[in-house]
């Protein structure tokens, strides 16, 4: 089951391969969060679709207006697409486990994360839980 | 005839009315542009595309990868989605004229230039050249 | 500018024309709402992006999660992806007179409405303001 | 490879976790069917598109233009977007192997169904063959 | 109300302005049609999306699958993009006027025909009816 | 990480099967290009998206404006969308291989290339690298 959402942030990449996005620049990432699991629980779902859709829209409210380079959380990491979808897998695969997406969360198998930067870039990243 | 491209840009919009959008962030703005005349060119032609690509990447060029809050020649604008539709309109409008677009981008009867910001929302600008 | 949201809906069809679809099946509509202007107003856009999706969400949820055969104020009308575009733009109109989109609202010259049913079929309903 | 189709329902669901979707309402379902197989056949394809984009029409066509509350085959199920995946590739699994999609169908080694309710949620089932 | 449909063709275009499409290729034409009137018809449709359908489809099965450099009709013309939506539009309204469209065809205001070509280019044609 | 590109050709297909497209016609094949790796690299990314896109342009400029044919290294196949589609993924192996995405490229654990021939079909190939 998967839904979409997406946020708006600035940021810089680190790095010669990076060109001209080594400059502070910004984007929109549309977001796909995909959640699996093997058998549909007894109401004939993957995970509620209401707590899920609430729960994406929190975890990219925590990352959305902002300029992403004075986010203390993410000083480690190049704030690449790529990178980003790994944030946004883990903080929903915690939110799962901590119940938030309701009984079913626990239950899931894995997440896949896309981030389409633009209608012709995109990225995914895929976990177990 | 309509070609797509796209740019990255980080920004602020000055105003109460844009909530957390007052705080730097920023957008990818895909960018469809329109040309339109009445008849077409002896070609059966609204434009010469290969022209037509070149000069909107060189527009949205002078666009992408920076901050606009730091471009003086927005000072005098808010960088709405709206205002940035005019802004690449209005720059196509001059290529066109000065003969960037081949004769038949003289011919040209108008512009429409659409910036898609998410999957929910954009903005169009339209004009006559 | 436009933005986008959805409803879904249970419904049927009066009239042979419509062969299966007289009887009860329902549709998603994917719903873009344009609001137009001839000028910006001083923020630099056509209107509150933040009301007017509020406005549009409230307007299609009046119409969602329903069976539209038993809508009282739908009974004159068959609930065609016309009609029904009609009726969003109109319902839009009357919230953008009373002020509900903001003082920004009462200065829009027109609106279009889109309704998407499937990726193959889709009706729009343009009216002024 | 991967074909589109799309059908029209009414129908709704039992359950507390669905909310509003507890009333009767419908949805619009695109489906893309995905047929796999670990190398092509002789003509170079995985399965004939011509056979799978009729069988795909059938199958689709047995729950259009239905309200699937009144549908005896599904009485046992809550017809989610996830389930009506299910349902829809176990149909089509079934033709494969009564040979509906010809010699190749016969040697598919699996099937991906993903319902799309709107622009914002969809759901896949995934199965061997 | 728009319809998309789709055809293959191959072709190659006179001009120097084309380069390397002087050359034999071709192209996928993803088609929407639109039909317009100022009112609705008894049954509150623009037209009968069944026979829309059916003869959009005939009119680009005229075309599909077919070497376009061959066609006795369309010598005349280079077959960009642009004269191909024109002549799709000219056939849909000859079509529209003989009544094949029902008698709701000939209420019909206007006609919007948009091919795309590619994700990031397409050509409309507009005309009354 | 995924990136989308286009090329456009002319082609039949040999085998009763295909039916009209037996005779020579064409299509627009947006080629989507995924690379895959278990960990990112130092700079956080995938795979260099400039080399990556320039690398795909060149693959996909190999294959289009032209006849396919008349392609003396695609004689012994079908030019079918699912061929097409591994023909690509492997050229972009082994340059890969090569070096030609840089040093990532080297470290890539698998490929997915899907070709889309229209709004209603499209083929995937997958391999490891």
Redesign the interface.
């Given at each position: 089951?998967?839904?979409?959402?997406?946020f708006?942030?600035?940021?810089s990449l680190?790095?010669e391969?990076?060109?001209?996005?080594q400059?502070?620049?910004?984007?929109?990432?549309?977001v796909d969060a995909?959640f699996r699991r093997a058998t549909?629980d007894a109401?004939?779902?993957?995970v509620?679709?209401?707590r899920a859709t609430d729960v994406l829209h929190e975890v990219v409210g925590e990352l959305?207006?902002?300029?992403l380079d004075d986010e203390p959380e993410l000083a480690d990491?190049?704030?690449?697409?790529?990178?980003l979808a790994?944030v946004v897998a883990d903080r929903l695969a915690a939110r799962a486990r901590a119940g938030d997406l309701?009984d079913g969360g626990r239950e899931l198998d894995g997440l896949v994360v896309t981030l389409r930067?633009?209608?012709?870039?995109?990225?995914?990243y895929e976990r177990t839980l």
């Open positions: 089951m998967t839904i979409r959402d997406h708006l942030i600035a940021h680190r790095g391969v990076f060109g001209p996005a400059g502070l620049h910004g984007a929109t990432y549309v995909s549909l109401d004939g779902i993957v509620d679709i209401g959305g207006y902002r300029n990491i190049n704030t690449t697409t790529e990178e790994r309701g930067e633009s209608h012709v870039a995109w990225a995914s």
